[in-house]
């Protein structure tokens, strides 16, 4: 199937052929047609496989047959979780509407309203936002919502994630009950779906690949190593192989700076981007890193859904995520529309728990490749044999085969006296006064 095929407009056609794609993704072949016809959506697929387009293709046929939106007033609204994300999807949206006179704008924290506010005056066809930065410009009066017609959640399970749930409740609240609502994310959680029954209207649900799973053009595996010798491997991984871009995975944002600063000194020009970095600092980070200015970008998990290259060729976990979720989304920033890409995890003995609920999660033991010249002191445990997360059950009330002291039931026939009355008598003996004794007798 091609893209001719889908209903799509010459112009939008024209965009996209600039851009060098010929056929559509399969959530995108799906997808597209279930929002043209204007029905609400639930659609997971793996990071990297076009979501993206799979809404901002279809939206914009839609808005480029309508009325423009009045003064501060957006007729779609695209609700990301991170500003890394809301500036890539902001992107996708002026790359496919090129061609068309529909108006964009992304906000977000982190830089001054005030010129976010200006863009809004006129009217915006489609706004991409955060939503704490949405909450604010609509508490000044300088976005109103009556004329939304299409709302799209973005990422879904990582907004939860990151505690935006009652952001979200407080912006639907503002929404017209009129509109055409998407969901798209990579998975979709019970969480999520409780979430959906309140968003939604007889959604029509699409899932190109299982849940939690990885790319198969993504290698991955592991290098066990001991944690004292992990930048030391990094710095031969890089310069052995030669590559010249590298995402670096951190868990922590004063480890990115640490291993940052440490590739630095080797000659290995790098940088950081986390949650303690300025805006602008984040976005020139990514920025370089696009352009090669930096070979490697030591990123926390704030980046994990936030980048988009199209053709990065090699990911390093440095330190293993404390969420096996975060794993997939990791990885995913390589492989990316079919792609090949390399993942390569380092992993010391103390992180066997992280390691083990990842493969649980992806139900795939991971490939061990030992570097020569860093193998561990402590050896990284064997793999348990895969098990599938089960739910968590209540655990039995009924002690009497397992304690057997506290088998006696409180009951009327119980000899024992209560709780209450053995404390009673406890403190009369505490209470009465001792008798003084002498060595010979007793006065």
Not at 55 to 65: D, G
Not at 218 to 243: F, Q
Request: proline share 6%.
């Amino acid at each position: 199937m091609s893209f001719t095929t889908l209903g799509l407009s010459p112009q939008i056609l024209d965009a996209i052929k600039t851009e060098g794609y010929s056929e559509p993704s399969p959530i995108q072949e799906k997808s597209i047609p279930i929002v043209l016809e204007g029905k609400d959506l639930m659609a997971a697929a793996q990071t990297g496989t076009g979501k993206t387009a799979g809404f901002t293709l279809p939206i914009l046929e839609r808005l480029s047959n309508g009325k423009s939106p009045s003064s501060n007033h957006i007729r779609t609204l695209i609700l990301t979780p991170t500003r890394e994300l809301a500036a890539q999807v902001h992107e996708s949206v002026k790359t496919y509407g090129q061609n068309l006179p529909i108006s964009s704008s992304v906000v977000f924290g982190g830089v001054g309203i005030g010129p976010q506010m200006k863009k809004l005056r006129k009217g915006i066809d489609i706004l991409v936002a955060t939503p704490g930065r949405l909450l604010d410009l609509h508490s000044q009066n300088a976005v109103h919502f009556d004329e939304l017609e299409v709302l799209v959640l973005d990422e879904a399970d990582r907004m939860l994630d990151m505690g935006f749930i009652h952001d979200i409740k407080r912006i639907i609240k503002l929404l017209p009950k009129k509109r055409q609502t998407l969901m798209f994310s990579a998975t979709f959680s019970e969480d999520i779906r409780r979430l959906a029954k309140g968003l939604v209207y007889q959604p029509i649900e699409i899932s190109v690949t299982p849940r939690n799973t990885t790319v198969e053009a993504i290698k991955h595996w592991i290098c066990p190593v001991d944690k004292s010798s992990k930048t030391a491997l990094l710095i031969h991984l890089i310069n052995k192989g030669e590559w010249q871009q590298v995402l670096v995975f951190s868990r922590t944002k004063h480890g990115a700076n640490r291993i940052a600063k440490n590739l630095d000194k080797k000659g290995i020009n790098s940088t950081a981007i986390h949650g303690n970095k300025s805006q602008g600092a984040r976005t020139r980070a990514l920025s370089e890193f696009k352009s090669g200015k930096v070979r490697v970008l030591v990123a926390t998990d704030i980046a994990a859904r936030g980048i988009d290259i199209d053709q990065l060729p090699h990911v390093i976990n440095f330190d293993l995520p404390s969420v096996p979720e975060d794993y997939v989304h990791r990885i995913g920033r390589t492989g990316r529309a079919g792609r090949e890409g390399e993942a390569i995890s380092l992993v010391s003995a103390d992180e066997s728990k992280q390691l083990f609920d990842i493969e649980r999660l992806i139900q795939k033991q991971l490939e061990r490749q030992l570097e020569e010249g860093f193998w561990p002191k402590h050896d990284v445990p064997k793999s348990p044999e895969l098990q599938p997360v089960k739910s968590k059950r209540p655990k039995k009330t009924d002690n009497t085969k397992t304690h057997k002291k506290n088998s006696i039931k409180k009951n009327s026939s119980d000899p024992r006296p209560k709780n209450n009355q053995r404390r009673r008598d406890d403190q009369k003996k505490l209470n009465k006064p001792k008798k003084k004794f002498y060595w010979g007798k007793n006065k």
